[in-house]
Structures are given as C-alpha cells and as structure tokens.
C-alpha cells in the first residue's frame, strides 16, 4: 500500500521533451531543429487540449537537439495554451546565472498566468560547460551554490549574497517577480543518494528519472529524500516526487512494441554514440526484456502503461508522472497518437485510481 501521510487526490500526468533530432530509421531523414521546435509546441497545444497537466522542455547544447533556449521555447507554448503546467526538464543549473535563471522563469510565470516551474540537474552531457566557460571539475560545487542562490532569489525582492562563482549581489532588486508567490523548483535525480538527500535537505520537489530496470531500486532514493526533508524541517505534504521515463503506447502491446522498437534502438545508438560509448543497437531481444511488466520502461498497450504507473505509486507515493514519447526520430504523427492514448485512455484511471 501507498505510505500514509501523503497525498492522496490523483495524480498529475505528463509530458516531456529533450528535442533531439534524430533520423528516421525506416527512411534516413532528419528533419530540421525549425521543424523539431514547431512539434514540439504543437505537442504541448495537442496536451493542453487533452486536459494533461504538465509539460516540460529539456536544455541541450548540441546541433542535433533543437531546444537550447528552454525559456524561450516554454514562452512560444505559453502564448497558445491555457492551463497546463510549464517546465523546464532539465535546466542545468550549474551553467546558467541564477539571477537569469530566475528573471526569465519569472517572465515566463507572467506570460503563463503562473504556471511557470524548474527541474533543475546537475547534466549528463557537459557541452555546457566549456561552451559558457565553467571548469568541468567544479560540477558539483557549482550546482550547490547556484541552487542555494536561485532558492534565495526566489524569496526575496531584493538580495545582499556572496559566493564563489559569480559577483556579488549588493541590495540588488530582482525583477520581475512571477506571479506565483515562488516559482515551483525540482531537483533531478538520476540514481544517487547524495543528489536525492540534497532535494530532501533543500525541501525542492524530487523528479527521478527512471529510464528503466526495476524501478524497485529507486525506492531507497525516494525514502531518504523524505527522510532528509523532514529532518530538516520541511513538510511532508511539501515533498513532492515526479517520475519521469521513456514511454510508447499503443492499441495492443505486441502493436507498440513493433511501433517502438525500431526507434528507440536508433535513440540509444545515436546518444550513446555522442556520450563516447559504444554505439551498438539494442537487440529485439534485449528490447523485449528491457519491456518486461516488471520494468520502468512505459511501453505497451494503455492497461500495461496504467498497471506501470500504478506499480510505481504502491512504491513512491509519487505526486507526478512525466513520459519522454517523442525520441529516436519518431514522426510527429505518432507522437500526436501516443498524447490521445495518454490523455484519454491512460490518464483518467490512473488519477480515479490514485485519488482513492
């Protein structure tokens, strides 16, 4: 059973992107970052339509990712959706100014009638760091201060801060203010404990990305960020955890896994490939066990992903559910179908069921 104490209306479910640009594996086509961009906001007006909650944007610095400027892109979405949540998915917040950071979420929460949020990480890829001139070896340090500072920021209207890695700040007026009384901030946590324990200590909501496996093993992670929020003083009902996976639906599970298969293995050739390791394709049968009913990977028919998703919230007790469905230069058109399934046939009985 799901841990008492915590919240029990539905959960929120949604989508998100990293925008890479990645040929089609049954035709070799790359389409243009333009093209990419323009899906990308109409994904989030098809999910804002669908009545899904949130949509997020990763950040890139790579010709083949076509969302580098998130708060830009989350701009453009804003200005033709109404209700759905906005974020960044993630922001790597040991590259990026703080005191920017937090003017540009802010315009983004007015232009969205607040509904401007963060996920903030430390990266997987590090292009960014010696693309905005910040030593590799300070990855860790940097994230440290920059959250601690952006925490502040979000606090105050004015701020007198001294750290390491940038300027000073003497009574420095911070401007805009959102119109959320503070902007939402999550930490992303990829599988370590010291990362899990920081988002608990700073009292930041926690989106794990749980790419698949068992997703049994992220379950210390989740414990000692509520472990390490409540020492700290923060309230329970305050710690929220997102899970965010790879996902593809379709009609039958034998239909989605034919569908997938040929562009998630192009999606793990192509970034293993850019991360230095081998760029081997996955196997059909590595395929069908990395989609066992047991994995974290959400690929199948729409009962498969709800019995997915309600597995993880017996674990978690989680507050959000974010899929990536849109990788391995998988055509628009297939994204679009894998939003209806989520939106219609996914969505409502995973909230009926986690409101209970």
Same mark, same amino acid.
């Given at each position: 059973?799901?841990?008492?104490?915590?919240?029990?209306?539905?959960?929120?479910?949604? &989508?998100?992107?990293?925008?890479?640009? =990645?040929?089609?594996?049954?035709?070799?086509?790359?389409?243009?970052?333009?093209?990419?961009?323009?899906?990308? /906001?109409?994904?989030?007006?098809?999910?804002?339509?669908?009545?899904?909650?949130?949509?997020? @944007?990763?950040?890139?610095?790579?010709?083949? !990712?076509?969302?580098?400027? @998130?708060?830009?892109? &989350?701009? %453009?979405?804003?200005?033709?959706?109404?209700?759905?949540?906005?974020?960044?998915?993630?922001?790597?917040?040991?590259?990026?100014?703080?005191?920017?950071?937090?003017?540009? *979420?802010?315009?983004?929460?007015?232009?969205?009638?607040?509904?401007?949020?963060? /996920?903030?990480?430390? =990266?997987?890829? @590090?292009?960014? *760091?010696?693309?905005?001139?910040?030593?590799?070896?300070? !990855?860790?340090?940097?994230?440290?201060?920059?959250?601690?500072?952006?925490?502040?920021?979000?606090?105050?209207?004015?701020?007198?801060?001294?750290?390491?890695?940038?300027?000073?700040?003497?009574? %420095?007026?911070?401007?805009?203010?959102?119109?959320?009384?503070?902007?939402?901030?999550?930490?992303?946590?990829?599988?370590?404990?010291?990362?899990?324990?920081? %988002?608990?200590?700073?009292?930041?909501?926690?989106? &794990?990305?749980?790419?698949?496996?068992?997703?049994?093993?992220?379950?210390?992670?989740?414990?000692?960020?509520?472990?390490?929020?409540?020492?700290?003083?923060?309230?329970?009902?305050?710690?929220?955890?997102?899970?965010?996976?790879?996902?593809?639906?379709?009609?039958?599970?034998?239909?989605?896994?034919?569908?997938?298969?040929?562009?998630?293995?192009?999606?793990?050739?192509?970034?293993?490939?850019?991360?230095?390791?081998?760029?081997?394709?996955?196997?059909?049968?590595? *395929?069908?066990?990395?989609?066992? +009913?047991?994995?974290?990977?959400? @690929?199948?028919?729409?009962?498969?992903?709800?019995?997915?998703?309600?597995? +993880?919230?017996?674990?978690? =007790?989680? +507050?959000?559910?974010?899929? +990536?469905?849109?990788?391995?230069?998988?055509?628009?058109?297939?994204?679009?179908?894998?939003?209806?399934?989520?939106?219609?046939?996914?969505?409502?009985?995973?909230?009926?069921?986690?409101?209970?």
């Amino acid at each position: 059973m799901k841990e008492e104490g915590y919240r029990n209306t539905g959960i929120e479910i949604g &989508l998100y992107t990293l925008g890479d640009i =990645g040929p089609d594996p049954h035709n070799g086509k790359t389409i243009s970052a333009g093209q990419r961009i323009k899906e990308i /906001i109409q994904a989030a007006k098809l999910a804002d339509e669908a009545g899904l909650d949130v949509f997020g @944007v990763g950040e890139h610095h790579r010709l083949d !990712y076509g969302t580098s400027a @998130v708060p830009v892109v &989350l701009a %453009a979405i804003a200005q033709i959706t109404k209700r759905i949540k906005l974020t960044s998915a993630t922001t790597v917040l040991s590259t990026v100014d703080p005191v920017r950071l937090f003017e540009d *979420f802010a315009t983004l929460d007015l232009l969205s009638d607040g509904r401007a949020e963060i /996920i903030a990480g430390r =990266g997987a890829f @590090v292009e960014s *760091f010696p693309l905005f001139g910040y030593d590799i070896n300070d !990855y860790d340090a940097l994230f440290s201060e920059n959250i601690e500072l952006f925490l502040k920021l979000n606090e105050n209207e004015r701020i007198t801060w001294d750290g390491h890695f940038r300027p000073s700040l003497r009574n %420095a007026e911070i401007a805009p203010r959102p119109l959320q009384n503070q902007i939402p901030i999550w930490v992303g946590v990829g599988g370590t404990p010291e990362s899990a324990a920081r %988002a608990g200590k700073l009292g930041a909501g926690m989106a &794990l990305a749980i790419l698949g496996g068992d997703p049994m093993r992220f379950k210390p992670l989740v414990d000692l960020y509520r472990k390490t929020g409540i020492e700290a003083g923060h309230d329970p009902e305050n710690l929220k955890i997102g899970v965010t996976g790879h996902g593809y639906f379709s009609k039958t599970s034998q239909q989605a896994k034919d569908e997938f298969f040929p562009y998630y293995s192009n999606y793990w050739s192509y970034v293993n490939h850019q991360r230095g390791m081998t760029s081997r394709r996955i196997s059909r049968t590595d *395929f069908e066990q990395l989609t066992r +009913q047991e994995t974290a990977l959400f @690929v199948g028919s729409p009962q498969q992903i709800i019995e997915k998703i309600l597995r +993880q919230y017996e674990l978690f =007790g989680h +507050q959000r559910f974010m899929a +990536q469905i849109d990788i391995g230069g998988l055509p628009f058109r297939k994204v679009a179908e894998g939003i209806e399934l989520l939106a219609t046939e996914i969505a409502p009985i995973v909230r009926k069921e986690t409101s209970k």
